[in-house]
């Protein structure tokens, strides 16, 4: 079999797949959020933020531990000079210790890490947030990116089928001596360059189903071309406001300045002493006689680092470093918002104005084909003009293609430069993640043991096998 066979083998079985089922847009977006690896990924990553508020959190919690010795000691001692004053020391000790802890003040330090843990957690929420508008905005360009090329391959097919007939007329003009064979060969050379335009159709048709298959996680059903624009507004300096109100990315560099300042008060307290209540209980036994000890203890124990190198200095300025880094990260997030707003309405209008363009070219370019066509019958035109005439009917087609396409991924690019492109913002068919649900199984860090701890667990069960 031919690579051109083969080809034509493996589009066809795609357009089978292509017309077996009618398939929204709203199916390729639900598709997506289903589908999509990179927003599993970041609701894992969403949860190990959350596991840092539990692990922040479990400093102010009382500490038990315990501990188990075996001593052998040996050695012996003398009084005197006298050896009746000597004695042996060789015994085998065991002994346990039990010990509690609680951190009673450390002048904020260890709240003021708690707080900057759950602020990352916000952070983190719209970092997923702003990942599945990444994802929506993905899948709706691979769904008008099939359909583009699809109606590409239309397009050409219909072209190649009207070149043929030229090519027969020229043919049979030239058998009553109307044309000349030139007017032959030029149609020919059309004709071939039809098909190879056909062929690159039809393989930008085979690479847009393959980044469907991979932004959707399916083959495209028959795509059907959505009935109306978002309602994205016309008015650039509200939805300029809006992003820089309510985007992910600047919530998320909002939320990662207050944890960045909130590190530094934590660092700057770390400075300070630390107060703990600490309870000791101890069971000994000496095995080579009948010597027990039980004891306990209770007191209040403070602590503090004179001098460790320079370390804590050196951390208060680092957090100090990445405080500053945070604002500035604010500061180009939201001019690059603003940026990306201004962007997505030129593009939109620009799409807009060649779609308009481009309806009127079509009117035109069909009546000049048409009467080119007619006029070369009667042997007022030559071949040439009526493949010409035939070529700027199919740019304009073309290009009428390509602006719908570009209008319909515009108009979402609006959606998603204002924040607008998520699940429940466009209200699709799937089940929402919670992700506040995680958090409150573990923002008081759970035992394993205790009923919470087991609901979390069955929730990591359910989560491993989805």
């Known amino acids: 079999m031919s690579f051109g066979r083969a080809f034509c083998v493996v589009l ?21 959020y289903n589908h999509s690896g990179l927003i599993e990924q970041n609701r894992a990553l969403l949860r190990a933020a959350d596991e840092d508020v ?33 004695s042996e020391n060789d015994d085998l000790t ?19 890490r708690v707080e900057a843990a759950k602020e990352t957690v916000l952070a983190t929420r719209e970092v997923l947030r702003n990942v599945e508008q990444q994802v929506m905005l993905a899948a709706v360009g691979a769904f008008f990116g099939v359909l583009e090329a699809s109606e590409f391959v239309a397009l050409r097919q219909n072209n190649l089928r009207l070149l043929t007939q030229e090519l027969r007329a020229a043919k049979d003009r030239f058998e009553v001596g109307e044309v000349t064979r030139t007017d032959v060969a030029l149609a020919e050379a059309q ?30 059903g028959n795509l059907r071309q959505p009935p109306r624009l978002p309602n994205v507004g016309s008015d650039v300096r509200t939805a300029k406001a809006l992003a820089v109100r309510q985007h992910p990315r600047i919530l998320a560099a909002q939320f990662r ?31 080579n006689s009948a010597a027990r000890g039980n004891t306990a203890s209770v007191g209040v124990i403070a602590n503090q680092t004179i001098y460790q ?16 880094a945070q604002r500035a990260e604010l500061h180009v997030v939201k001019h690059d918002l603003q940026q990306a707003v201004g ?13 308009e363009a481009s309806e009127g070219q079509i009117r035109a370019a069909r009546i000049a084909f048409q009467g080119v066509r007619e006029e070369a019958t009667l042997g007022a035109r030559t071949t040439l003009d009526v493949l010409d005439a035939e070529q700027s009917l199919l740019d304009a087609e073309t290009n009428q293609v390509t602006a719908r396409a570009n209008l319909y991924v515009a108009a979402y690019t609006v959606l998603a430069s204002t924040g607008r492109l998520t699940a429940k913002d466009l209200r699709l068919p799937v089940q929402l993640y919670d992700p506040a649900a995680y958090y409150n199984l573990v923002k008081d860090g759970p035992a394993k043991k205790s ?16």
């Open 54 to 86: 539990a692990a922040a959190v479990s400093v102010l919690k009382p500490v038990l531990s315990w501990s188990a010795e075996v001593t052998q000691n040996f050695g012996s001692s003398r009084f005197s000079n006298n050896a009746a004053f000597r």
């Open 309 to 324: 190198g320079g370390r804590l200095s050196s951390g208060i300025r680092a957090n100090m470093a990445q405080r500053d």
């Open 94 to 112: 065991v002994g346990a210790n039990l010990t509690a802890e609680l951190l009673l003040y450390d002048f904020g330090a260890s709240k003021f």
């Open 451 to 466: 009923e919470q701890g087991k609901k979390l667990d069955r929730v990591l069960r359910a989560l491993q096998k989805d």
């Open 343 to 355: 962007d997505a309405y030129a593009t939109l209008l620009s799409a807009r104005a060649q779609l």
């Open 12 to 32: 066809a079985a795609n357009v089978v797949t292509v017309q077996a089922k009618a398939e929204t847009l709203a199916d390729a977006l639900v598709g997506a």
């Open 257 to 287: 300045t207050k944890a960045a300042d909130l590190l530094v008060n934590a660092s700057t307290a770390d400075l300070n002493p630390r107060i703990s209540l600490q309870g000791v209980a101890r069971v000994s036994r000496d095995l």
């Open 191 to 220: 004709l071939a360059q039809a098909r190879s335009g056909l062929a690159g159709a039809e393989g930008d048709l085979l690479r847009a189903i393959e980044e469907y298959r991979n932004a959707v996680g399916r083959t495209p």
